[in-house]
Nanobody
């Protein structure tokens, strides 16, 4: 499975962006799809996740209430809608697919497939 992330760009603080993650060479069926981000000079961190089959959706505390993860099964695509963006949201955003146990959803080691990063820059 190959993952293609897109939708990054430059936005002013308070603005919105929607990131997309599309699978090719396979489907997301039975996977958990997550978004991680890595700011310059910092470690990669968990942002949000959703089980493709439905049910559990998880968010980092820093984005809860501002970001929403959703999916379009017909397009084999997962989205990350980002509202009320802040300068501290500036990072490369990565989508990943895996089958983590619930307690390991935020653990990067749980994911088999990664997309390339898409850069989000939020200006103040």
């Amino acid at each position: 499975v190959q993952l293609q992330a897109s939708g990054g760009g430059l936005v002013q603080a308070g603005g919105s962006l929607r990131l997309s993650c599309t699978a090719s060479g396979g489907t997301f069926s039975s996977y958990t799809i997550s978004w991680f981000r890595q700011a310059p000079g910092k470690e990669r961190e968990f942002v949000a996740s959703s089980r493709w089959s439905g049910g559990t959706t998880t968010y980092a505390d820093s984005v809860k209430g501002r970001f929403t993860i959703s999916k379009d099964r017909a397009k084999n695509t997962v989205y990350l809608q980002m509202n009320s963006l802040r300068p501290e949201d500036t990072a490369n955003y990565y989508c990943a697919a895996g089958r983590p146990i619930l307690s390991a959803t935020r653990d990067m080691a749980s994911y088999y497939y990664w997309g390339q990063g898409t850069l989000v820059t939020v200006s103040s």
